[in-house]
């Protein structure tokens, strides 16, 4: 079963920039594409960025031009950059394999608040 550990989450000030990290276990993670998605309190869950294998890379319009996704695949690594963080981007991020969240690690938190 893959093991995905996200990290990275905390509390920022409106403006403010964090860093998600997802570590993954599989070792074919070169191979297949890379989700991050979210969850909101009382919301549900939300597709937030996708990355290929190649790096084919697409985001959801709520976070085009603020959120940047990478990867590294020698070091089976998934990144999320976050810029310009508003409250209504406050919620647990979670990375997986599937778009639909199937699979997905623990999540880290991220609250945005002055």
């Known amino acids: 079963q893959v093991q995905l550990v996200e990290s990275g989450g905390g509390l920022v000030q409106p403006g403010g920039s964090l860093r998600l990290s997802c570590a993954v276990s599989e070792s074919t993670f070169s191979l297949f594409t890379m989700n991050w998605l979210r969850q909101a309190p009382g919301k549900e869950l939300e597709w937030v960025s996708a990355?290929?294998?190649?790096?084919?890379?697409s985001y959801a319009e709520s976070v085009q031009g603020r959120f940047i996704i990478s990867r590294d695949n020698a070091k089976k690594t998934l990144y999320l950059q976050m810029n310009n963080l508003q409250s209504d981007d406050t919620a647990v991020y979670y990375c997986?394999?599937?778009?639909?969240?199937?699979?997905r690690g623990q999540g880290t938190q991220v609250i945005v608040s002055s």
């Open positions: 997986t394999k599937y778009r639909s969240g199937y699979g």
């Open positions: 990355i290929s294998g190649g790096g084919l890379i």
